[in-house]
């Protein structure tokens, strides 16, 4: 089967689930996308399990080849599976629920099968929040408690695990397709899930083009292996999905916080469908801020396009209170304002937490607002001026307006490297890029492929392009007050045309025969105007 065949048939089970959940009332309710998401990752993790066993023992097929084994045989089992899959149990397996959907209450086992998958595979599959509780794989009662009706309990696992049993593909067909197959469907999936209080899409959620422009400067044409990543704000997963396909999922451990729970579980979900179940005990719901549970820890690569504003004025003592503060926030704690405290600039915070996180070595990619490259004061100006003098910067690329479809804020991608060539440093202009699309009321402006390309060529081999990239010392930053604006350094140039004085002359003689019809059509509608007023005023 075609990978196109493929994907459409993976959304037409997705689009089924969702009908499902609408026949039981759930269209647009907030239980909705645990449905979803959870019996979608069920049948994901049934047919890994199996795809990965199959590999061990291929005379194992369903549950009732499963069931056959020793305990001993089936505990060798695991032991060889390691953390490639969940483990399963032949009754937790997909043609086994199957076989049992017209028992009487068939909603409690549904939801008893997953609880017990969950508590199975706690170890490996829990997200932690900063408080060391453990969020299991599967919500406990997942029909049960999220369908309100009863009678609809066992009709709604019904159909559901004959959608996921009769789905007319198997995920093994698909594993080997890769992040771009999955980070399609996962994006096809929590399109409308990933979604604040106005129903519109999280400010933090960035479009693939930025992740793969960050992901593929950021690691450049390095191949690193054994290394660490970080997202302090990582919402669903998109930066830390481009940055662990661009250096290998087998190359990298994956860490993340996140305020939000429903973040956290598609983060998760995301982590699985990637190959890198091995990074979910990393993952960390709680305030990285006031609560960063990764604290102790440096990374080698890091990326984030963090919340710009944010009213955080409850956790400010708390914060300016925090052991470390002045270490960790170098430059400040931004004020609390009299009037609209959700104006307060937390991405400042963010910035400077992940200066403080990064290894010896390490290297960062952050959304700013195009605003804090130029600011000639307060807490911008200290970051930039650290940044600086010691020699961390790599470079800037400021991107198109509306780049973003939830915010008309210009921004700006900051890369830093703590070992960057201080002779070199590129700074880019790429506002001028792009394509205006409408995107439900919003504007937004898509970059193309090319564009991308291009983009991360320039700025991998410094290369200096007029009106879009300069290439500059840090000792030019320095005499520039410190901007990073790539504008602010492009070389003014002026055009000479040879021309004889009589020329010269004509041009200007039009010139003048141009202004002066545009004066005398000015002085004709002024006075056509005081008519109409004069008029008006004896009427």
Known sequence: MELIDLTQKTKDLIDTIKGICNDAGLGGDANEYKIVTQGFLYKFLNDKFLYEVAKLNPSIKSAEDLKKLTEDEYQLLLIKLGTRAAHLKSNHLLDYLFAH?????????????????????????????????????????????????????????????????NSKFDFDEIFNAGFDFFSTIFEYMIRDYNKDGGGKYAEYYTPHSIAHVMADILVGTESPSNVTTYDPAAGSGTLLMNLAHRIGPDNCTVYSQDMSQKSSNLLRLNLILNGLS?????????????????????FDYIVSNPPFKLDFSNDHDAITSLPNVN??????????????????AIYLL??????????????????VPTGFITAQSGI?????TKIIDNGWLKGVVSMPSNIFATTGTNVSILFLDKTADNENIVLMDASKLGKQVKDGKNQRTILSKEEQEQIIEVFNNKEQVDDLSVVVTKQQIQDKNYSFSAGQYFEVKIEYVDITANEFSSKMNDHQAKLDEMFAEGERLNNEIKQQLTGLKYE
């Open 327 to 344: 270490e960790r926030f170098f430059a400040g704690v931004p004020n609390v304002p009299k009037a609209k405290k959700d104006g307060m």
């Open 101 to 165: 959907s017209n028992d009487a209450e068939f909603a409690k086992l549904f939801d008893n099968t997953l609880n017990d998958i969950a508590i199975e595979n706690s170890d490996v599959f829990s997200v932690h929040t900063a408080g060391d509780t453990e969020i299991r794989l599967f919500e406990e009662q997942l029909i049960q408690n999220s369908v309100n009706d009863r009678s609809q309990h066992d009709i709604t696992a019904r159909k559901l695990i004959n959608a996921l049993a």
């Open 278 to 298: 091995h990074s979910i005990d990393h993952i960390v719901q709680g305030n990285t801020i006031r609560e960063p549970r990764h604290i102790g820890d440096k």
């Open 350 to 367: 963010f910035i400077q937490h992940i200066m403080y996180s990064l290894s010896p070595t390490g290297k960062a990619a952050i959304v």
């Open 380 to 384: 911008e100006k200290k970051i930039r």
